[in-house]
């Protein structure tokens, strides 16, 4: 069934764009995610208190509908500085850059959560090629491409040893009628999570399975069931 959609899918864009986005990129930065939180909050010990959310918090949306800037796509995030960079030679570039951006989120009861986060950069080329003639992706494709990039991803960094604990996947569909600060109670609902979390392991009990977690039988059920995405939680958000 997967082989079959995958056919129909543009020659499995999505599993590509994903196996890249990990060798590329995530493989390379998530290691030093710890290094990185812990020289920050020596120098700044009151805003990242709860290790659980020392990770890199990357947002998923089904849409493909990715923000440039996080602080346009809500209001309540906003931008608080850069974590410590690295520099690698790759490629032929010297000292190319990678750095990630710490933002503070603002919730329902005006307290601030931060953490750093990000957009899953392949799924603008996702979204780029529903919009190109040349590429002829449909809509529907692109949104099984975006389920299919999800699910690979997560499936690859379940089985990376260097970048265990140091991610957090956010995956989300935006409501029909549009709200102004969805994004932030996504975000801030994770962070709960991860305070919850540490909270249990603390106390020698086992931590939560969050309810946004999106296995592969449940992902696998939307992609053959529906051309649209099922809600992936029902908590209220």
Known sequence: EMSEMSERSKQNVAHGLAWSYYIGYLKIVLPRMKKSMEEFCRANPNLLACRKTWKL?????????????????????????????????????????????????????????????????????????????????????????????????????????????????????????????????????????????EIAVLEGSHPHTPSTALDSAELNLQISVSDLPQPLRTDGF
């Open 57 to 197: 918090h990357i947002l998923v949306p089904l849409s493909c509908d990715v923000y440039d800037d996080l602080e346009k796509a809500d209001s309540k995030i906003q931008y608080v500085t850069d974590l410590t960079e690295t520099t690698l030679a790759r490629a032929g570039t010297k000292k190319r850059v990678y750095k990630h951006s710490l933002y503070a989120i603002r919730d329902e009861d005006n307290q601030l959560w931060h953490c750093a986060v990000e957009y899953a950069t392949p799924l603008q080329s996702l979204y780029a090629m529903s919009q190109d003639e040349c590429a002829a992706f449909s809509r529907e494709e692109r949104l099984e491409q975006a389920k299919l990039f999800y699910r690979t991803l997560e499936e690859i960094l379940k089985g990376s040893k260097e970048c265990a604990d140091a991610y957090r996947l956010i995956a989300y569909e935006e409501p029909e009628e549009a709200e102004i600060h969805f994004l932030s109670r996504e975000i801030v609902w994770h962070l709960r999570q991860e305070h919850h979390e």
